[in-house]
C-alpha cells in the first residue's frame, strides 16, 4: 500500500498527468472487454470458428505493423495530445461496428485501423508521460500507470461476461465501445492541454534530438527513449588537457561531443582521437566493466553527459506501455 502512495502522489505531483493515466486506462479497460468479445464475435457475429479470434489478431497485428515506421513521426507532433485522443477514439470502431454488421472485409478493415492506432497510442502516449515526468519520478509514474492499466484490463475482461448474460453480446459490444468513448471524449480536454505542454517542450529539445539520432549508437531507437536521453543531458565545458574518464575507473555514464577535440588512451598510447558528433563511454556500461581506456581533451570543448542507466534504457529496452501491446 505505501508504494501505491508513493506512485499516487508522484501522479498527482506532475501537471497533466493524471489525465493521461485515466485515458491509458480506459483504453485498457477497452482491450479487458476485447479480449472476451472477440472471441464471441467471431462465432456468433462473423460466423468462423473458434480459430476466428487468430483471424482478428493478424488484423491488428497487420494494421500495428503498417503504422509502426510513423509512430516516431507522431510522437514528435507538436500536438501530441490530440493524437492519443483521436487513436483512442478509433480504438473503438471495431467493437461498435461488430454490434450491427458482421460484414467480414469491413470489420477486417476496421481491425487494421485499430491495430495502427493501438501502437500509436502507445507511442505517443508514452513520450507525453516521459515529457511531463521529472526523471526521478518516472519509474514510480510508470508503475502506477501499470497497476491502473492491468486493473482496468481485468475489470474489462470481468465484466463483459456478465454484460452479455444481461445485454447480449450487440448490447454489450456497444456498450463497450460506448464506454471507452464517453471516458476519451471528458478526457480530451486535460489531455490535450497536457499535449500543447508536451508539444513546447518538445521544441525545445528538438536539437539534442536530432543530433542524438543521427548517432549510429543509437540508429532504430524509438523516439522515446531518445528524447529521454535528451532530457536528461548535463551541459559540461571541459577545459584543454582535462581527463573526461580515467582508464580503470569506475564506468557510470555515457559521454558525446558536442564540440572540440580528444585524444584516446590506452596504458598510455594514444589508439583515436574524437570530435564533434563522436561518443565514449558506452563499452564500461555495457559490458559493466571498469573503462578501458583515458578520454582527455585537446582543445576547449564541450560534452554532453549522459546517466547511465538511462542510456542502458534506451538501448536495451522496448518503448511500449504494456507487455503485450498487440494484444486485442
Same mark, same amino acid.
Given at each position: 500500500?505505501?508504494?501505491?502512495?508513493?506512485?499516487?502522489?508522484?501522479?498527482r505531483?506532475?501537471?497533466?498527468?493524471?489525465?493521461?493515466?485515466?485515458?491509458i486506462?480506459?483504453?485498457?479497460?477497452l482491450?479487458?472487454?476485447?479480449?472476451?468479445?472477440?472471441v @464471441?464475435?467471431?462465432?456468433?457475429?462473423?460466423?468462423?470458428?473458434?480459430?476466428?479470434?487468430?483471424?482478428?489478431?493478424?488484423?491488428?497485428g497487420?494494421?500495428?505493423?503498417?503504422? *509502426?515506421?510513423?509512430?516516431?513521426?507522431?510522437a514528435g507532433s507538436?500536438?501530441?495530445?490530440?493524437?492519443?485522443?483521436?487513436?483512442a477514439?478509433?480504438?473503438?470502431?471495431?467493437?461498435?461496428?461488430?454490434?450491427?454488421?458482421?460484414?467480414?472485409?469491413?470489420?477486417?478493415?476496421?481491425?487494421?485501423? @485499430?491495430?495502427?492506432?493501438?501502437?500509436?497510442?502507445?507511442?505517443? *502516449?508514452l513520450?507525453m508521460? @516521459?515529457?511531463?515526468?521529472?526523471?526521478?519520478?518516472?519509474?514510480r509514474?510508470?508503475?502506477? @500507470?501499470?497497476?491502473?492499466?492491468?486493473?482496468?484490463?481485468?475489470?474489462g475482461?470481468?465484466?463483459?461476461p456478465?454484460?452479455?448474460?444481461?445485454m447480449?453480446?450487440?448490447? =454489450?459490444?456497444?456498450?463497450?465501445?460506448a464506454? #471507452?468513448?464517453?471516458?476519451?471524449a471528458?478526457?480530451?480536454?486535460?489531455?490535450?492541454?497536457?499535449?500543447r505542454?508536451?508539444?513546447?517542450?518538445? =521544441?525545445q529539445?528538438?536539437?539534442?534530438?536530432?543530433?542524438?539520432?543521427?548517432l549510429d /549508437?543509437?540508429?532504430?531507437?524509438?523516439?522515446?527513449?531518445i528524447?529521454?536521453?535528451?532530457?536528461? /543531458?548535463a551541459?559540461?565545458q571541459?577545459?584543454?588537457n582535462?581527463?573526461?574518464v580515467?582508464?580503470?575507473?569506475?564506468?557510470?555514464?555515457?559521454?558525446?561531443?558536442?564540440?572540440?577535440?580528444?585524444?584516446?588512451? #590506452?596504458?598510455?598510447?594514444?589508439?583515436?582521437?574524437?570530435g564533434a558528433?563522436?561518443?565514449?563511454?558506452?563499452?564500461g556500461?555495457?559490458?559493466?566493466?571498469?573503462r578501458?581506456?583515458?578520454?582527455?581533451?585537446?582543445?576547449p570543448?564541450?560534452?554532453?553527459?549522459?546517466?547511465?542507466?538511462?542510456?542502458l534504457e534506451?538501448?536495451?529496452?522496448?518503448?511500449?506501455?504494456?507487455?503485450?501491446?498487440?494484444?486485442p
Amino acid at each position: 500500500m505505501g508504494q501505491l502512495t508513493v506512485g499516487a502522489r508522484a501522479v498527482r505531483s506532475q501537471p497533466g498527468v493524471s489525465g493521461l493515466v485515466m485515458l491509458i486506462s480506459s483504453v485498457m479497460l477497452l482491450r479487458g472487454f476485447e479480449l472476451v468479445l472477440y472471441v @464471441q464475435a467471431a462465432v456468433e457475429v462473423l460466423d468462423l470458428d473458434a480459430s476466428g479470434y487468430a483471424l482478428i489478431s493478424a488484423a491488428i497485428g497487420a494494421g500495428a505493423l503498417a503504422a *509502426a515506421p510513423f509512430t516516431s513521426r507522431l510522437a514528435g507532433s507538436t500536438r501530441p495530445g490530440n493524437v492519443v485522443v483521436a487513436a483512442a477514439l478509433i480504438g473503438v470502431a471495431p467493437l461498435a461496428l461488430l454490434s450491427v454488421s458482421g460484414n467480414i472485409a469491413l470489420v477486417m478493415l476496421m481491425l487494421a485501423v @485499430q491495430g495502427a492506432s493501438i501502437v500509436c497510442f502507445e507511442v505517443v *502516449a508514452l513520450t507525453m508521460l @516521459q515529457r511531463q515526468c521529472d526523471s526521478a519520478v518516472l519509474g514510480r509514474v510508470l508503475g502506477m @500507470q501499470n497497476t491502473f492499466s492491468g486493473s482496468a484490463k481485468l475489470v474489462g475482461s470481468l465484466l463483459a461476461p456478465i454484460l452479455v448474460v444481461v445485454m447480449g453480446l450487440s448490447g =454489450t459490444l456497444f456498450a463497450a465501445a460506448a464506454i #471507452t468513448a464517453l471516458l476519451s471524449a471528458l478526457l480530451a480536454p486535460r489531455v490535450i492541454e497536457a499535449g500543447r505542454r508536451s508539444g513546447a517542450l518538445r =521544441t525545445q529539445l528538438e536539437p539534442r534530438v536530432a543530433l542524438l539520432a543521427r548517432l549510429d /549508437i543509437f540508429d532504430g531507437a524509438e523516439r522515446p527513449a531518445i528524447e529521454r536521453l535528451a532530457m536528461n /543531458i548535463a551541459v559540461e565545458q571541459v577545459d584543454v588537457n582535462t581527463a573526461v574518464v580515467s582508464e580503470g575507473d569506475d564506468a557510470d555514464d555515457f559521454f558525446v561531443v558536442e564540440s572540440g577535440a580528444f585524444v584516446v588512451r #590506452t596504458a598510455g598510447v594514444e589508439v583515436n582521437t574524437l570530435g564533434a558528433e563522436d561518443w565514449f563511454g558506452e563499452i564500461g556500461l555495457l559490458r559493466r566493466a571498469p573503462r578501458a581506456a583515458s578520454v582527455v581533451s585537446t582543445s576547449p570543448s564541450v560534452v554532453w553527459r549522459i546517466p547511465g542507466d538511462i542510456f542502458l534504457e534506451a538501448v536495451t529496452s522496448s518503448s511500449g506501455l504494456t507487455d503485450d501491446p498487440l494484444e486485442p
